[in-house]
């Protein structure tokens, strides 16, 4: 398909997304089918969203019934699996409480709130700053935008929200959180800023400085959790204790999902209708987000998880360098990561240029090593 007839068949759309070329219409585990009957490797998973693959026997028999049973009810009614994805949450990541909204962008902006609100409360009336780190990316809500540092992603939406700051380099987080600092949100591994794993040196540097001026300290788990890393929240293998937990993209294998977890005493500062959502948490978020935590959460998924992103990592080595990453959130440098990204979509793999010169590797979490071969086999094609 030429791109003129792509634009024409998007004309209704607004144009933010530029030209996607490729119409995808069907997928099936680690696959995905474009309008043409192409088959391709999905190592994009929607952006780190669809944990479970395309078309998981579990998940679809579940929102089927879901779909048959109630959908929507808003919250200004209890359902039960609302709650049951709450206590399940609480008990896998280890914090008190649960806010469900509907992506990443709203629970990390709801973090901030729930983080300045904290403090509100508290009577420290002049601690209203918020601290991100260089290469981070948190959302493209005004909010999030403003403790997002990309110059590109600004333009034209100043001036942002007051009062959020981020150094030129990690370690120069520590020098900023001051008395005034409500909260200091990090990513233990950065996926928009191409894969980058923070020093996990660093990170404590910023929890014990939160500590020490009483800033809270949020971990942006949208990208690395569920799963992702090889442990069900990231920051589970550095002994980080935070205050505030945002999650999203996996959670909901593919259904829009967002939740902010938080300590019980952060947590109390959200008192009746100090936020809220029409749509967090309706019943059939709820019952994705139980099914995927229920398979994800398992020892053996988990595993597998950090398995086959050994293998994949040591794939990835053939065809770029500075592999990083996670178990199966891994990033590498080739010289043109635009014109890889597109060679390899001829091939039949989809991937996701981060950078001008990233390339962002993130399968569904239930690949095997015998999909990481064929990704192999068909982009060692591209050099014949």
């Not at 900023?176 to 233990?188: D, L, P, Q, R």
């Not at 996926?191 to 020490?212: F, W």
């Amino acid at each position: 398909m030429t791109a003129s007839s792509t634009r024409s068949k998007t004309a209704a759309l607004m144009s933010n997304y530029g030209v996607r070329p490729i119409s995808l219409v069907r997928g099936k585990g680690v696959y995905v089918y474009d309008d043409m009957g192409k088959e391709y490797l999905d190592f994009t998973a929607g952006i780190a969203v669809s944990a479970l693959g395309h078309a998981h026997p579990q998940l679809t028999s579940v929102l089927q019934e879901q779909v048959a049973t109630l959908i929507h009810t808003s919250n200004l009614y209890r359902t039960p699996w609302q709650e049951q994805l709450a206590e399940r949450l609480q008990v896998l990541s280890g914090l008190d409480k649960v806010m469900f909204c509907n992506s990443g962008t709203e629970a990390n902006e709801a973090a901030l709130k729930l983080a300045r609100r904290h403090a509100y409360l508290k009577g420290e009336k002049n601690r209203t700053e918020i601290v991100s780190l260089p290469k981070a990316f948190h959302g493209r809500t005004m909010g999030a935008l403003s403790i997002t540092p990309k110059p590109q992603y600004h333009e034209g939406y100043k001036p942002l929200v007051p009062g959020c700051f981020t150094p030129e380099t990690y370690e120069g987080a520590v020098d900023i959180i001051s008395e005034n600092t409500a909260a200091c949100i990090v990513e233990v591994v950065q996926g928009e800023g191409g894969v980058n794993l923070v020093p996990p040196a660093t990170l404590h540097a910023i929890a014990e400085q939160c500590k020490r001026v009483g800033a809270l300290l949020i971990i942006d788990e949208v990208q690395t959790g569920v799963g992702r890393c090889g442990s069900f929240l990231a920051h589970h293998q550095f002994d980080l204790q935070p205050d505030i937990v945002t999650m999203a993209k996996g959670l909901g294998g593919g259904v829009p999902i967002g939740a902010v977890l938080a300590k019980e005493d952060v947590a109390a500062a959200f008192t009746p209708g100090a936020h809220g959502t029409t749509f967090g948490g309706n019943p059939l978020a709820m019952a994705a987000g139980l099914t995927v935590t229920e398979v994800v959460s398992q020892p053996a998924f988990l595993a597998h998880v950090s398995e086959v992103g050994a293998y994949l990592r040591d794939a990835m080595q053939r065809f770029g360098t500075e592999v990083s990453g996670l178990g199966l959130m891994l990033g590498m440098t080739v010289a043109d990561a635009k014109q890889f990204v597109a060679e390899a979509a001829a091939a039949g793999v989809l991937l996701t240029a981060v950078s001008e010169q990233r390339v962002r590797v993130v399968p569904p979490l239930i690949i095997e090593k015998i999909d990481v071969d064929e990704m192999v086999k068909r982009l060692e094609s591209l050099k014949a």
